[in-house]
């Protein structure tokens, strides 16, 4: 689709317009600096293959910037790379690296900011501080991009995709490892993130706040230092994500903080340390999840109110719900929980005894986490049992009242 | 053979041993005999190696025995109570003890004597104490060692088989051994011993021929020599 | 020694209960696989049971079989065998016959089943391991105890109260103590009780497979260092292995000193 609208530009500018918009090539030892300072609104600027040491470009009017076969564009830590302050620029197909690390200012390999219609498709980002830095911006698609950082502590590390009130983007098929943030998302509306893939970010591979009508989909998650993060946002819906192998004392698939009227939707979370952590959030409906493996498959924390579970998949989590204060209206119907020891004798798929998701342990763990070295032993089992026959601690009424047979597929 | 030397020994409480000092010489047959609780067994199993001594020492062969256990090839002994591996079968625990001790001589000639062949493929589990005391008996007899130790060896057995026992204990006297029993049967005691040995309470009260304890008593029998040493102990 | 294991071995795997035993887990493993499908949930299952059926049954035969051939063991005494030859044999006689059962009972069905194209191999094969380490290191304190305890009756008791003390009641008083403690830095305490429990240690050893992630759910930096690296595999396997060294050394021991 992108790479489609793209050779559509592309047609438009070369074919059509040639007698209006000329192209200009970059090879040797030019500059694309030189080639944008004489370059006309809607020219294209092909580089040719080879090594360029340049920093701090401006690309002040609406042109294509287009690499043959990646070429480098080296920075040397020498500042930024590309500014954009013009409408309608693309950026394609280059190889950009190592720019200035700074501990003040935010350099960027490609920095926009004001602008519209902008196209950033098919670069290798190596060594940048951050990588893509769009602000105040809308309309724009960033696609098909790798970024390989090599962050190793949050302070002198930078963004992946970073995005700070911009509205109306596209973030999509993109790759980003090793960045302080994945993706960064501050004041961003109506815009989506789909089928990228994030690992390896010493802090959030998504990191989305007071961000509202988003969505995003498709995404993979993976061994991130915290997981993702949404907070202070309202109408996102996130669908089709996996979420996997956040581990650490502060580790989550998906934290949830502040968010309302939210879909979470056909996502995976497995082996996270905790599958999705939810503070405040309201009025959040989870549907077709799996939760894998996880310690805990949903910790819900102080104000959660009016959420509904449904038709999710609990399989082998430590916990599957981690739960305290009252039910506040948070409904838990038809899921299917592998832990679920009950019979089916009318044998219409739901269970005939209600399931309750929380166990005593979990309420004791959150007490004192030190003993959870005790997990599954046969004492912690007695226990639970006890509570679950005659319950103290637990909200009575905290149940799954139709618990599935099998899993939903 | 065997030089015992100021043998203590404790079970809790209890002191069963008190001070023995014994010497066995090679060739003969020694009765141990006292009444229930005297310490007889526990003397042979001191010999043994099976109970440790609190004070005083053995000597086989002019060897300590505390910590060794090779000396055992050279012992044959006959436990009062035999029991079995319960699903081992007569045949296999033959095998097995063979196994275990290679060097066994005449299994079959004693099998024969004592006509356990009916028995061979039966459980061990299964046996009457009677059948099961003859297993026993076979085991014991079979190895060719120069000292036997018996420890009440005729309990359970028939007539016949006491026969076959006394034919055999003398056959192996005849091949010049050293053999130690333990009996509660005077007759037998009267029939086949060398020397005696009585204790009582954990002590020797007399060592000597079966004419000596019957001088020493002046009685003319045996039961009434003993029973003239149990009254004047606890007179 | 190889003789006693061997004859001590083939009695056992003669018995009922060794058929009994064996075929428990057999039906146990194509019940858990034939039912739910999903071999991961399935070790799940088997880690409770194993945790709590090896340490059991390898105290109880332990204990009867030492008991039961308490006179024929006797008359190996009497016999030209090193003393703790004999007890060693008949330990490991038992240990690896109870260990068959286990091995094979759970081995056929996940076979059957196709545990060599799952990703769980790895655990099913730890957890088969650790359950074998369990029917040793149990096998051994029933041995230990039956050495102390004559009286068949009170040893007997006792090997129970032994496998529900490690079983349950140390499990209870060590979260009790936590709960009452815990304003206090507990993560050395939490870690180091583990050691002196058998079963315990044997969890920590697969949770650390099944669940690291809920146990890197925890700050301290202790417990990090010890789950988040294979140090704490190392170490724990390490240590059940004394938990099997350290008992058979007793039964040495006390095989060496005692009257029979």
């Not at chain 1, 763990?365 to 509570?387: A, M």
């Not at chain 2, 015992?4 to 005999?33: E, M, Q, S, W, Y």
């Not at chain 3, 094969?125 to 369990?134: A, N, P």
Request: aromatic residues 14%.
């Amino acid at each position: 689709m992108i790479q489609y609208k793209i050779f559509f530009v592309l047609i438009l500018s070369i074919s059509y317009y040639t007698p209006i918009f000329s192209q200009i090539y970059v090879e040797g030892s030019g500059s694309i600096q030189e080639a944008i300072d004489s370059a006309n609104p809607g020219d294209t600027i092909f580089v040719k293959k080879g090594i360029y040491y340049e920093s701090n470009i401006i690309v002040n009017k609406a042109v294509a910037i287009i690499g043959d076969d990646h070429p480098v564009v080296d920075a040397q830590e020498k500042g930024f790379i590309f500014e954009i302050t013009s409408d309608s620029v693309t950026i394609s197909g280059l190889k950009i690296i190592n720019v200035a690390k700074s501990y003040t200012k935010d350099f960027s390999a490609i920095h926009a900011y004001n602008v519209k219609h902008f196209a950033i498709i098919n670069n290798i980002f190596e060594n940048p501080f951050f990588a893509i830095h769009i602000e105040r911006s809308k309309w724009g698609v960033i696609a098909n991009n790798t970024i390989i950082g090599n962050a190793v502590e949050e302070a002198s590390s930078g963004n992946g995709i970073h995005m700070w009130h911009t509205s109306r983007i596209e973030v999509n098929d993109n790759r980003i490892e090793h960045m302080r943030d994945g993706i960064y998302f501050e004041f961003v509306k109506h815009s989506s993130v789909k089928r990228n893939k994030s690992k390896h970010n010493i802090r959030y591979g998504l990191h989305f706040m007071f961000s509202n009508d988003d969505v995003y989909e498709g995404n993979l998650f993976e061994k991130n230092g915290a997981g993702v993060a949404v907070m202070f946002s309202k109408k996102i819906i996130m669908r089709k994500n996996i979420f996997k192998l956040n581990w650490g004392t502060a580790s989550y698939g998906l934290l949830l903080k502040e968010i309302y009227d939210a879909d979470i939707i056909e996502n995976t979370f497995e082996q996270n340390t905790i599958g999705v952590n939810a503070e405040g959030s309201n009025r959040i409906m989870y549907e077709r999840n799996n939760f894998n493996n996880n310690g805990w498959a949903i910790k819900f924390l102080g104000g959660c109110y009016g959420n509904k579970l449904h038709q999710n998949n609990f399989m082998n989590n430590a916990f599957d719900i981690s739960y305290n204060g009252r039910i506040n209206g948070n409904v838990f119907d038809k899921n299917y929980w592998s832990e679920y020891a009950g019979y089916d004798l009318d044998r219409d798929g739901v269970g005939d005894v209600p399931y309750r998701p929380v166990k005593l342990f979990s309420y004791i763990v959150n007490r004192t986490p030190e003993t959870i070295v005790l997990l599954r032993s046969l004492f912690v089992d007695i226990i639970n049992y006890s509570e679950k026959v005659s319950p103290i601690f637990t909200p009575d009424n905290l149940k799954d009242f139709h618990p599935l047979m099998k899993p939903v597929k | 053979m065997i030089i015992i030397k100021d043998l203590h020994k404790k079970f809790g409480k209890v002191t069963v041993l008190k001070g023995i000092n014994l010497d066995f010489p090679d060739k003969g047959i020694h009765t141990i005999l006292g009444p229930n609780g005297s310490g007889k067994t526990t003397l042979i199993k001191s010999i043994l190696g099976m109970v440790i001594p609190n004070h005083g020492s053995i000597e086989f062969n002019g060897k300590k025995i505390l910590g060794e256990w090779e000396y055992r090839n050279e012992i044959s002994y006959l436990p009062q109570i035999a029991n079995f591996p319960q699903n081992l079968k007569v045949k296999e625990l033959f095998k097995m003890i063979n196994d275990l001790r290679p060097g066994a001589k005449n299994e079959s000639e004693l099998i024969a004597a004592f006509q356990l062949e009916p028995y061979l493929n039966k459980k061990l589990g299964n046996l009457s104490g009677g059948t099961a005391q003859k297993v026993n008996i076979v085991i014991t007899f079979m190895f060719d060692s120069p000292l036997i130790i018996l420890d009440e060896p005729t309990v359970g057995l028939d007539p016949v088989a006491l026969i076959r026992l006394k034919k055999l204990i003398h056959e192996e006297k005849g091949k010049g051994k050293t053999i130690l029993i333990t009996t509660h049967i005077m007759s037998l005691v009267e029939e086949i011993s060398d020397e005696i040995v009585f204790l009582l309470d954990g002590k020797i009260y007399f060592k000597g021929t079966i004419d000596q304890l019957k001088q020493q008593t002046d009685q003319d029998n045996l039961e009434s020599a003993i029973a003239n040493i149990l009254e004047g102990s606890y007179a | 020694m190889l003789k006693i294991l061997k004859y001590s071995f083939f009695d056992l795997m003669r018995s009922r209960w060794s058929y009994i035993y064996f075929l428990f887990y057999l039906s146990l493993g194509f019940i858990l696989l034939f039912l739910n499908q999903d071999v991961s949930k399935a070790v799940i299952t088997l880690l409770n049971i194993i945790l709590v059926l090896t340490p059991l049954i390898g105290t109880l035969f332990g204990i009867m079989y030492y008991y039961n051939s308490r006179e024929f063991t006797a008359l190996l005494l009497a016999q030209p065998i090193k003393r703790s030859n004999i007890f060693l044999g008949q330990f490991l006689g038992i240990s690896l016959s109870l260990s068959l059962s286990l091995v094979l009972g759970l081995g056929i069905p996940f076979l059957a089943y196709g545990i060599f194209q799952s990703t769980e191999i790895f655990d099913f094969f730890t957890l088969l391991l650790i359950g074998t380490m369990l029917t040793f290191i149990f096998v051994a304190l029933a041995f230990n105890l039956a050495l102390i305890f004559d009286d068949k009756i009170k040893g007997f008791g006792i090997a129970i109260l032994t496998w529900l003390f490690f079983a349950v009641i140390y499990d209870g008083i060590f979260l009790i103590l936590m709960l009452v403690f815990d304003d206090y830095p507990l993560d050395n305490f939490a870690l180091g009780a583990t050691i002196f429990n058998p079963i315990d240690l044997s969890r920590i050893l697969i949770i650390l497979k099944l669940d690291i992630s809920a146990l890197l759910g925890y700050t301290g930096a202790v417990f990090q260092n010890f789950f988040g690296t294979s140090f704490g595999m190392i170490f724990s396997f390490g240590l059940l292995l004394l938990w099997v060294v350290i008992p058979l050394i007793m039964i040495v021991v006390k095989s060496r000193k005692k009257d029979f």
